[in-house]
């Protein structure tokens, strides 16, 4: 509200309260719509070269001194979490109920090939 003095006396001019409320409005819609916008676009992942994991199977040959832990360091990739989690899909496909294997006897392993 703003006052204004004349010689003889005051008045008072209000500006209308709903052109304020309009603008409030405004504002606050256009600041959804921005961060609605931002929300959208900063959760949204784009990958540009999305890479293909196919997994197949090969046969080794147990090599002397191998063991499931030294066979799983060489061929474990980032698809597993951990060497214990490859071992036990080792044995799993070889039908192996404990850790022992044998030199020159073929086990089937597991990996992955980006293509």
Known sequence: MRTYNTEN?????????G??????QAFFLFLMIFVF????????KVETNPTTH?????SI?????????????????????SIEEYIDEVKSINHLEDDVITAGRHIV????TSD
Not at 9 to 17: E, F, P
Not at 109 to 112: K, L
Request: charged share 20%.
């Open 19 to 24: 052109q304020n409320r309009r603008t409030v």
């Open 37 to 44: 916008g931002i929300c959208i676009t900063g959760f949204a």
């Open 54 to 58: 196919e997994k197949y199977f090969t």
């Open 109 to 112: 392993i597991p990996h992955y």
């Open 9 to 17: 006396s005051s008045y008072l001019v209000q500006r209308g309260n």
């Open 61 to 81: 040959t147990i090599g002397e001194g191998d063991s499931l832990w030294t066979i799983a360091q060489a061929n474990r990739t980032e698809e597993y979490d």
